[in-house]
Each structure stands twice: as C-alpha cells, then as structure tokens.
C-alpha cells in the first residue's frame, strides 16, 4: 500500500519507533531510520529490513535536541530516498521526578526532544509534502498528552505540546492531501518503560514481576501493555487512504487508561 513512499521515523532504532518503521516497511515504504545505538547494530537492523521488506533504508543519527541537526536529517532523508512522504515524529526521553526536585536540564531536554524536535522535522517536511500534495504527519504523543501524572511534569507539558501542534498544523494543511495526527499510547513495553518498572522494583524493594503489575494496576484498566506491532498498524491505517479526512485527532491506545 505505500510502496514508493518514504517514511523518517525519528528514534527509530528502538521501541515504538522501531515497530513503526517495521509496519510500514511491511507495506512497503522505504525507511530513513534516526536514533541512538551501537552502529554495528543499526547497519544490521537495516540489512535485516531491507532483506525482509524489499525496501530502501538510510540512517542520520541526528541528535534530536539539536535544531541544525534536525534540519540535516530531513534533507538527507529526503535526498537519499526520493522526499519525505510520511514523518513519524516518535523519539522521546522521560525524567521522573517531583517539580521542585527537577533537574533544570532534564526540563530543557525533554521539551526539545519530545516537543521541539517535532516543530523543526515538520517545518523542514512540509514544503516537500505541499509540493507533492500528499503527506502523513503521525506524532506519538502519549495519553500523557491528554492527562497529567504526578512526577512527570516535563513529559505531561511536552506531549500535552504535541497534541496542541498536531491541532495547529492539521488546520493548516486541511485543504491540501497531508494530514497530521498524534497517537496517544498508553504503557508499552519497551526500554523507557522497563527503566521505571527497574526503579519501581528497587524503590519499593519488590520483584520485576510485582512492579510490572503494580505499574499497569495503577492506571492501565486493561492490565495489558500495549505492543508496538498495534501502534505501527494505526500509523499505517493513518498514513493508508481510509485515513484522508482523520485531521488533527489525538488518538489514544491505552488499555483503557483515558476512559476513567
Ligand atoms: P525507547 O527508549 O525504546 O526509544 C526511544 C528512541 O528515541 C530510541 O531510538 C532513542 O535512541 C531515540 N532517542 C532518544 N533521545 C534521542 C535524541 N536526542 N535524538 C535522537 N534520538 C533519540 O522509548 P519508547 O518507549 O519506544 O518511546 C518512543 C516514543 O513513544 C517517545 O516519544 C515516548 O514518549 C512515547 N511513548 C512511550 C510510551 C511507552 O509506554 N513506552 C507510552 C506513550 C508514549
């Protein structure tokens, strides 16, 4: 379905993002991979996706917290694949912590990584996207974009940015055949989360096991984590044309998390 497509998939060698990219090379999309990691692992990650696909891969390692380096992974993601069709805006960092006792760096860092960084890859995109008339913006926010935790107040306003942007840039390209739209992804099992399940087990002196349940207990109805595999199929079902008229939604997939 998007064969011929590019897809940059920001923090893409892990995660989420990884699984994004994975669905929707499945459909055919090439892929500009970005993230951090062992380089040897990156270049096989790729071999492995374009032996399994059948599609085009590159890699910036740009540091998404720098602007000029955002810039520069656009351009070489366009220049080496043919243009940036879909731009999945997906590296993130979290910092738990209460608001008097949060590192001033650690602020300044979350809400370039995973507010700012989405700013600059859209606004470096879009004139591409306008000029081929076609273009699929898919932000993962988080369902902390739609309601608060305590000790999370840098994630909480970030990803609550990143709902408010995907809002405004939908209304802008609402008349042209882009959309822009955020995912809303409750707990998933991924490295950002097994750190805090870690840091659970440790404070509160109980098992991986206990803390794991303990952490989905607390807010995630359905007990379950989400999968990545679930979040890259709604990614495709967006950027798929069943998808042409979803403009600006902020679209949670959370077990249940923002229903109470
Ligand atoms: P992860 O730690 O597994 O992956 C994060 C990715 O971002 C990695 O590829 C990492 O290298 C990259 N990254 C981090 N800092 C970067 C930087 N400065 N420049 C470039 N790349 C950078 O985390 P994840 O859980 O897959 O999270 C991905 C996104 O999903 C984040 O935006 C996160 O906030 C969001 N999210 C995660 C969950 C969850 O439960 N895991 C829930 C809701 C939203």
Redesign the pocket.
Known sequence: MLKGKTALV??????????IARALAQQGANIAF????DAAAIAKLQQEVVATYGVRTTYH??????PAEIRELVAHAAGTLGGVDILV??????HVAAVEDFPEERWD?II???LS?NFHTIKAALPGMKARNWGRIVN?????GLVASAQKSA?VAA?HGVVGLTKSVALETATTGITCNAI??????????Q?QIDDRAAQQKVSGDDARKSLLGEKQPSQD??T?DQLGQLAVFLCSPAGAQIRGAAWNVDGGWYAQ
């Open positions: 920001t923090g893409s060698t892990s995660g989420i993002g990884l699984g970005n993230g951090f990691g390692g740009a540091d998404m917290s720098k805006n997906n590296a993130g960092i979290q860092a370039a990584i995973n960084s993962i926010a988080s369902v902390h994630y990803k809303c992804p409750g707990w998933v099992l991924t490295p950002l989360v750190k984590f989400v990545t």
